[in-house]
């Protein structure tokens, strides 16, 4: 009896017998490591490398909606009148956010005597809405950075963009878009401003820009024009002109008049 129960163990363990050959074999699922990020983030990861520009976040002073990628970076360094030069930071911190920080530099270059530091300022800019065929992309931010510093005044003669609201829409043609907006400077003041800039990007070689800012009375308004050549695909190199057509004097003796600007942006991704 014994020797017929071990025969019979091993011939049900056979595998001739426990399982028919063409019986399909049982499939192994093994769980694939999770990355570490979502399938969103890594998209934003791949674009930022994939040859395409760097998107344009401003006009010459007027914001855009658009923000850096997800885990994006870039450095903006303009070089304006009186050897001033204002340097910007800005991060991709999630998703359709942007944070930054910024710092303006009085007589750098040229002639001037004396270099002052101005206490740097913080920049955040949130794109809510992502636009359609009908509707703008839309975006809420806040700029502190103020122009060329007033200091008898202890202020800054072009006050600071503070908190705005943006939108984005490309109209007629390829390229072509509008991003009117408009911006609380001071909420003691409760002044409201307005901007509306256009921008004609050319076969992503160069572009065409043109602003008029700062509209709350004729007077006080600033028109702004200029070129955006695409160096490579990171980086960008603006020459403009600002306050066009202006006339005066600030209480510091600074001329409202027209001046020239140059400005390197470099944009990548970590």
Do not use: C
């Not at 399982?19 to 934003?44: D, L, T, Y």
């Not at 510093?149 to 705005?164: I, K, L, V």
């Amino acid at each position: 009896m014994k020797n017929l129960l071990a025969l019979a163990v091993l011939l049900l363990a056979a595998p001739g017998f426990a399982q028919p050959e063409n019986a399909a074999s049982p499939e192994v699922k093994i769980k694939p490591k999770r990355s570490g990020f979502s399938r969103e983030a890594r998209a934003e990861r791949r674009s930022a490398r994939d040859g395409s520009l760097a998107p344009d976040t401003e006009v010459i002073d007027a914001p855009t909606t658009a923000v850096l990628d997800n885990y994006g970076y870039s450095s903006r360094s303009r070089f304006y009148s009186r050897g001033g030069a204002l340097q910007y930071l800005a991060f991709g911190v999630y998703p359709d956010v942007n944070l930054g920080a910024s710092g303006a530099i009085d007589g750098l270059g040229g002639d001037e005597k004396h270099v002052r530091l101005r206490a740097p300022t913080a920049q955040v800019k949130w794109r809510f809405f992502e636009g359609d065929a009908e509707l703008p992309s839309l975006a809420v931010g806040f700029d502190g950075q103020g122009y060329r510093y007033n200091a008898g005044d202890r202020r800054f003669n072009h006050r600071q963009r503070g908190f705005y609201v943006v939108a984005t829409k490309e109209i007629a043609v390829p390229g072509f878009q509008f991003h009117p907006s408009f911006n609380v400077s001071d909420f003691d003041r409760n002044a409201v401003y307005g901007s509306l800039p256009l921008s004609l990007n050319i076969r992503d070689k160069v572009a065409l820009l043109v602003e008029w800012d700062n509209i709350a009375n004729w007077s006080d308004s600033r028109f702004n024009a200029g070129m955006r050549f695409y160096v490579t695909s990171g980086f960008h190199v603006d020459f403009a002109a600002r306050a066009l057509g202006a006339g005066g004097f600030y209480n510091d003796g600074a001329a409202k008049g027209s001046e020239r600007i140059v400005q390197l942006r470099y944009a990548a991704s970590f």
